[in-house]
């Protein structure tokens, strides 16, 4: 069974394209344009394997998302996909949970270097 990989960025390029790289290479993708979108969507019973979230968008950041998720979902993985590379806020990110950080842009190879390192089985 494939792995379900949800990505919650608020552009729609950035889904587009970790979409389409994740799809190749065997992964069920869903998606969402920001954290509250998200969190919705798992309150409501959906639990991705592995989530990769966009630090940045409006209505809840992913810091806020991370801290709400990790009370419904306490061991998936999370990365941090972002233009931001300040220690404070990687420091902050995994003080509330984050399992990785990736900087923006992020090669296609190198994302599924480091999902498969995450997701263990797949």
């Known amino acids: 069974m494939k792995k379900t990989i ?10 587009m394209s970790l979409k389409t790289t994740l799809e ?3 992964y069920a993708v869903e998606s969402a ?10 309150a409501s019973g959906f639990k991705p394997d592995l989530i990769i979230t966009d630090l940045n968008m409006p209505i809840m950041n992913g810091l806020e998302f991370i801290k709400n998720v990790r009370q419904i979902l306490k061991f998936t ?13 990687k420091d902050e990110a995994k003080k509330l949970g984050a399992t990785g950080w990736l900087v923006k ?5 190198d994302l599924i ?5 995450v997701l263990p089985g797949s």
């Open 6 to 15: 949800f990505i919650i960025d608020d552009s729609a390029t950035v889904i």
């Open 77 to 89: 993985p999370i990365l941090i996909l972002t233009t931001e590379s300040e220690q404070s806020k």
């Open 33 to 42: 344009s920001n954290g509250k979108m998200a969190l919705d969507k798992m």
């Open 113 to 117: 270097n480091v999902v498969k390192k």
């Open 105 to 109: 842009p992020v090669a296609g190879t």
């Open 24 to 26: 190749m290479n065997g």
